[in-house]
């Protein structure tokens, strides 16, 4: 296992590096530089040009790779001029929120995964499997953010049971009871609208394992012994069945940046992909710059979780 | 007896013909499409887009079909041409992007070995690039952008995939007798590719770009949708959705949003079940008989 390990991690290091390279260019070739937001008119162009100059934005585009990618990796992102902080303590607030969406989507995504698909692979061609199947189906076509704001619409303002904005009560004060019921009540119907969406191919994976398990002669053998229907569904079928659930965890990861930031533009919501969307518009490309790279190192991640995921449940590809 | 004698596109029309949901899916796309291309020859879009004072919100009535929008402009009529440029859009992308990624999967599974290699170390790249951000990014760079600079843009990130595929059938099929008898008896590299390991994977090039064609519609409208797609003077389907992004519309003025919603919905669906037909026709296995 160790093996595999070392070896992914070598793998995800020039990953990594040509991701740096990637968003440096893009970075470059936005329009504006890091001081075209901070200039006054006012300010003498000669001054403008020294600073420049000091800044490094004179010299060859690998030398200030350098120089921007060694600063980055002590933290230091540059100065976004929209707030006029550090980018690094601006995303920090940011990705917090981000992470504890993420985190109930998933939560939502298995719960409502495991259940379902039980009972649609279990009890396949009944009337339940048939509506589960059906939810799927449209599910799968359904495009998250006309899904999202339906929710909003109706859940949100309609019925007026959720906050439509927001990711806590303002004016409560951070670490009290309140305060986290309010975190939580503020994330419900954000991470459930996804998790509504995002959870249809975990369930449909789930359903095909189950089939194609209880026919194995696993099964048949473990029938033969007399063992209970629900010992048989819950410790044989459902065990080989986990696996590819399993296995598919770091690709649920990465499929939840793309959702995030159609959920957090649509609920309001103040995360990471907010900030990104509103950066953009704004052009405070410094934080753009790290926000896509953080993007891209989260993708990377997952992606290694996934194969490390696969490497602990399959143990043929351990031995490879 | 005789299914197995059947040629391709009989097969597909059959499986299509029984699944009763396929069919009308089939008809449905083919009616809005129809509908959608010829109506817009019809209508004016500067007119269409050009702000109205004096029309600002009105519900639907018998002038304005679905009533106005916040600039006074004509729900139906942007409507219309926002299907039309969101289809127009999708279709282009998903053939770019097929195109592109055929050749590569082609290529590298054809050949193997060390060209294989390269390009699958490019693939692999790309996929870990956060795709969504980027496109956003580069929207915004690009300085001058309309339809072709839009699906340059997302055909950039979106070939890899259907190159994967790609590649892991032709590695399949390069070991096939086949190939290496016409290679033994002269032919060339390419006119195998093409004439006789290409038309082996049809059928699930079909397939994948069917489904891809409903994502790329899902994908277009979510980027308009979140301002990023078209400029306002271009609308589409995800413009119409955006302006439900002011709490005021999403509440009270849904003829301006949910038409445009009921209308992505309705063809991402219908576009996915002819792809689900398409490749249980493709599979004789899930043959529904």
Redesign the interface.
Known sequence: MWKIVARRITIMIPQILLLSIFVFLLAKAMPGDALSGLIDPNIDPKAIAEKRIQLGLNKPWYEQYWDWITSALQGDLGQSFRFKMPVTELVGERMANTFWLSLATLVFTYLIAIPLGIISGRYNDTLADRMITGYTYIGFAAPLFIFALVMLWVFGFHFGWFPTGGSVEPGSTPGTAAYIASKLYHLLLPALSMALITTVTTVQMLRNEIIDTKFKDFIVTARAKGASESRIYNRHVLRNSLLPIAAFFGYELTGLIGGTVFIESIFSYPGMGQLFLSSISLRDFSVVTALVLLYGVASILGSLLSDLILGIVDPRIRIK | MGDKNLSGWRIVLKEIVRDKMALLSLILIVAITAFVYLTSLLLDQSQIVRVNLFELNKPPSSEFWLGTDQGGRDVFGQLIIGTRNSLTIAILVTSLSGLIGIAIGLISGYFGGMVDNFFMRIV??F????????V???V??V?KYGIMSFTLIMTAFLWMGKARLIRSKALQERELDYVKASRTSGSSHLKIMLVQVLPNLSSIIIVSMTLNL?ANI?LE??LS????GFPESTPSLGTL?SY??N?QV??SRWWI?VPA?VL??VL??SI?NVGQALRRAADARQRLG
């Open positions: 692999d790249f996929m870990i690039l956060p795709t969504l951000m980027i956003i990014a580069f915004t760079t300085p409903a899902g409208s979510g949708f979140l301002g990023f959705v439900a992004r709490p999403l509440e949003w919603s992505i919905l991402m669906l996915n």
